[in-house]
Every structure is written in C-alpha cells, then in structure tokens.
DNA sequence: CTGGTAATGTGGTCACTACCAGTTATATTA
DNA sequence: TAATATAACTGGTAGTGACCACATTACCAG
C-alpha cells in the first residue's frame, strides 16, 4: 500500500486514497473520534480534485471507518464500529476472524434433485439437479456445525473433491474456479434440538439447542447461487451482526 | 411523491429523484432485471446533471433496488433482494413488517446501576446509573419474548410509564423526545436455555430453547445509547437478515 | 458579562466537461 | 457466409468551478 497517488496505474485514484485513509486508520495514526484532514486540505496533500476525494471519503462512510458531521469535519469512527462490519462471510472467514482454525470433514459430495423447497429458493425448475456437499465444520479441531450446501452450478461446472480439500472455502473455489462473485445473501436463524443422528456428528447428547441457520447466496448479477443450512452446536457459536439504520 | 424535479424545494435534487425511481421501482412500472434509462437519458429526461443522477443511482444500488452492469446498463433487482434490506429495526418495527401485531406488557420501569459489562458496552463510569426497562414482549397477544433495556440518557432526560404505554417503540421515543436517532448497532445471538422463571413469563416448558440477542445500539454520533437483551421462544421466532458482501 | 454578528472553515449539492472501459449491433471485409 | 472491424451505445473515473447549509470563532455593542 502506498503513501502516494500514482495516476499510471488502472487502480482508481479513489480507492487508492481510500486504502491510504483507511491504513492510517487502522494502524491508529489517526485516532478515533479525532478529525482526518478536510477535503480541500486533502485536494491539495494529494493533489486529486474534491470530486475524487469525496468518493473515497464515501466509501469509508459507507463501511463504518468515517462519519461525517455537516459544518465540523470528518472524523475516525470509534474502534466498536470499525470491525465488524457487517459482511457477508463464509464459515471460514467468519471463523479466521475469530481467531479460531477453521476445519472440515467432508462427509459426501453428490449430485442429487435437491427439496423443492431448495429449488424454489434457488429459482430453479422442478427435476433440476444440483451439486451438494454435506460438511462437519471444525474449529480448533472439534465440530461446531452441520453444513448442508446446494450449489446451482452451470452445466460443465463441476466442484471436485480434490477442489474442496485444498481449498476449504467454497466462496474461494466460486470465485476462482468458476468466477461467480458471492454478493449478497439472505439469511434465518432459529432455534432447533438436535436429532440422535446430528447429536451423535457434533459429539452433544441427543436433544441440545442448536442454532440453525439458512442462507441463500446470491451473485453480483443477483442470480441465487447457494443454498446452505448450518447446525451450529448451542454451546460453541455465537452469532454476530451489524446492523444500520436505513436513511 | 412527485414525478418530476423541483428545483425549489430544500430536497436535494438526487434524492428527489431517487424517489421517483424507486416508486417506478416499487410500484411495478420497472420489471425486475430490465434496465431503467440510461444516465445520459435520464439527464434529459429530468433536465438533471449526470453527477446528480449518479448520485441518485447510487443510493438505490446502495440499497438494493438497482445493480450496474458496465457497459450494458442499469437493471432493477429481482423482488428478492428488494425487500428486507439488512435494517436496523426495533422489536415493533420488526414485527409488524411481518405482519404480525406488536404488543408489550411493562413489567418495571427504574433507575439503576448497571452490571459492570453492561456499562462497559455503553461506555459509562463504573457507578452511572441508567434507566432500566424490562418489557415481556407480544407478537398478536402472546408472548414471544422478554426485553431487559439499559438507557444512556442524558441528565434531566427521562422516559415515563405514559411514554412508553403511549407509544410502544421506545425508537420512537427517543427519536421523537430526545432527538436521539438510532443509526448502528451490533448485535449477537444465541442459543440458551429457559430458566424456570423466564419459562414461566414466556408461558413455555422450564429448559425450552431460546434465542438470546444482545444489541448495543449507537447513535449518529456514534456514541452507545442502548443495551438490550432479549429473550426470544425458540418455537416462535425466526432472525432474519440481509447480508452484503464488502466491496 | 451577555447577546448579536460577521468571518471563516467545514461538509453538501449541482452543473458542465472530458475521457476511459466495457458491451452490442451493425457494417465491412475476406 | 463467416469472421472482423467499427460505431454507437452503456457505465466508470476524474477535474473544475460554484454556491449552499451548518458550526465555530472572534469581535463588537449593549
């Protein structure tokens, strides 16, 4: 990450000023609470136009390092707010970002007619197949989770064994295998009690609180891509979330 | 909502616009995944600058009613993605987007001196007293959750029985009363257990599932307002949210 | 000391312009 | 006819210049 702008470079002028923002406000340079420089101030630090400053300032808004106060400034959001920031991750993003190993056994890998109900969410006409991965997940070796996935792939687009385990994370195969980009994802959570098989997977006594979660996955171009439902064992997971307020 | 731009009014002109489109959006004259004017249309069409229609665009692409496809246009998201936009909401809010009549029994309303992790989340001096809450919570007149509220309020600001029994949403009280606005909040969830009175409140079976959410709310300012805790029965409530994906 | 006022600095909005970078349809050419 | 080039779209990035709305400060009059 630079300190400077270079304009012969295809990366945008502001994102490269977003990153050099946000690397001095992550590596607390400028403090919390404390103003960052004002917009012309910065047109003529990095001799970029407000236009392009005022994007880059956007961004940040927008992920919760900055906010804005009409008349005073822009300041350094509090560090609660910095992290965290609501984000659509996969198990094991969310796990890493915990600071826990993040783990798998794959239990099988098959084509199969998924539920209608999966087919309804994934938009997809009944009889449709669909390529699904039943996974325990692990963290620091011991199992948290039952994953479930049903992935709507295009015809010739095949997940392998092979991909999965070296891998682990299904986003990464996504996105470098077949190019599809997860964007956005609706998802549930409720509270269910574990059946004899699923006790027996997690290493619970039959009948524990597990938290269920459902997802649909969605691509840049808002085409369903994943079902995925995770039993979280009640005693290991807690989920987190940050909300906005819309307007 | 009008269906074209005054230049007159102190709405600024983007959002103005923002909300013509979004009514096409909504009220069906766009289909889902057709593309809506060009840029350079829509600049003659509203006699606007192309930097202020971008402007306008980008919020609803911000908020989920528009995607961009370079070089072939701007669409209208699927129905999918267009409600139940990842929101802020409170405990009313909340269910009566679902449908379902929010009610509340208020069970005290007192000036206390919060556990020490409380008044850490809200970021107050060990020995602050806030204003607590405790509400059994109703969804069509049963009882679907128990809510334990901490308010950092300002001195002389205070919330009354007649508040709260008046209104319901304690956002709006704050909104209305204090000019306190919600904005942020992080929230965790769990899964728990009842205890033989929270079973006994929540008219369910001692050690019957529960979700337990925990939110701290912030104001614009970015300063912690709320801490709240709410009990939900497993067997009738679902989370739900929308999840995006940074950059 | 108090209250008003003007200057100055901040972010917010908007117009106009230019060019770049993908996509698509059409015309051209082999 | 089929491949290829081109023109005409689309959104993406960037600069300049102007004015508005709000906050803070310093100064002045009472």
């Not at 796990?95 to 309804?120: C, E």
């Amino acid at each position: 990450m630079s300190i400077t702008i270079d304009p012969y470079t295809a990366v945008p002028k502001y994102y490269q000023l977003a990153s050099i923002l946000r690397q001095k406000i992550e590596e607390g340079e400028w403090q919390p609470r404390s103003p960052i420089p004002s917009e012309r101030q910065l047109e003529v630090m990095y001799h970029i136009s407000r236009t392009t400053i005022r994007e880059a300032i956007d961004s940040l808004v927008q992920q919760g390092f900055l906010y804005r106060e009409h008349g005073r400034g822009t300041f350094v959001s509090p560090r609660k707010l910095q992290k965290g920031w609501m984000e659509l991750t996969s198990f094991s993003e969310d796990l890493l970002k915990r600071g826990m190993q993040p783990g798998q056994i794959i239990r099988s890998l098959t084509q199969v007619i998924p539920p209608v109900n999966v087919l309804k969410r994934l938009e997809l006409a009944p009889g449709s197949t669909v390529c699904r991965i039943e996974r325990i997940r692990l963290a620091d070796g011991t199992p948290i989770g039952l994953q479930t996935s049903y992935l709507a792939l295009g015809t010739g687009q095949e997940i392998t064994l092979e991909d999965l385990e070296s891998s682990g994370s299904l986003y990464r195969i996504l996105s470098d295998k077949f190019n599809i980009h997860p964007s956005e994802a609706d998802e549930t959570l409720e509270v269910t009690l574990a059946t004899p098989q699923e006790a027996e997977l997690l290493d619970i006594p039959p009948g524990a609180p597990l938290l269920l979660s459902e997802r649909v996955l969605f691509s840049q171009e808002r085409h369903p891509i994943e079902y995925v439902k995770i039993l979280y064992r009640g005693d290991r997971y807690q989920y987190y979330t940050h909300l906005k307020r819309r307007e």
